[in-house]
Nanobody, 122 residues
Framework: QLQASGGGLVQAGGSLRLSCAAS????????MGWFRQAPGKERVFVAT????????YFADSVKGRFTISRDTTENTVYLQMNNLKPEDTAVYYC?????????????????WGRGTQVTVSS
């Protein structure tokens, strides 16, 4: 089970940190990712991290502004979002991949948490 939290309302240029708490030992050895879905748009990839945190990858739209990390002892994945822009407004979802290193496609993820709303005002 995945539980995302940390969303909220923030002004442009501000920061938020999303958390994704995973319950179950199975999540400790697989890649995790974040996706987002804006109103009227498809769900798109944001970031992913490998099972041990050694590899990360970001969508071009968030490179240099977002970082992803994980605490293996707490079984939690974080998405630090800095310099937020209005176009970052979306519901953010965390997901668990099917292998140690997940990818950018939603089809590569098996478990999905409920989303958390991020709203960035201009």
């Amino acid at each position: 089970q995945l539980q995302a939290s940390g969303g909220g309302l923030v002004q442009a240029g501000g920061s938020l940190r999303l958390s994704c708490a995973a319950s179950g030992r199975m999540f400790r050895n697989i890649g995790m990712g974040w996706f987002r879905q804006a109103p009227g748009k498809e769900r798109v990839f944001v970031a992913t991290i490998s099972w041990n945190g050694g590899s990360t990858y970001f969508a071009d739209s968030v490179k240099g502004r977002f970082t992803i990390s994980r605490d293996t002892t707490e079984n939690t994945v974080y998405l630090q979002m800095n310099n937020l822009k209005p176009e970052d407004t979306a519901v953010y979802y965390c997901a668990a991949g099917r292998s140690a290193v997940a990818g950018t496609g939603a089809e590569l993820y098996t478990y999905w948490g409920r989303g958390t709303q991020v709203t960035v005002s201009s």
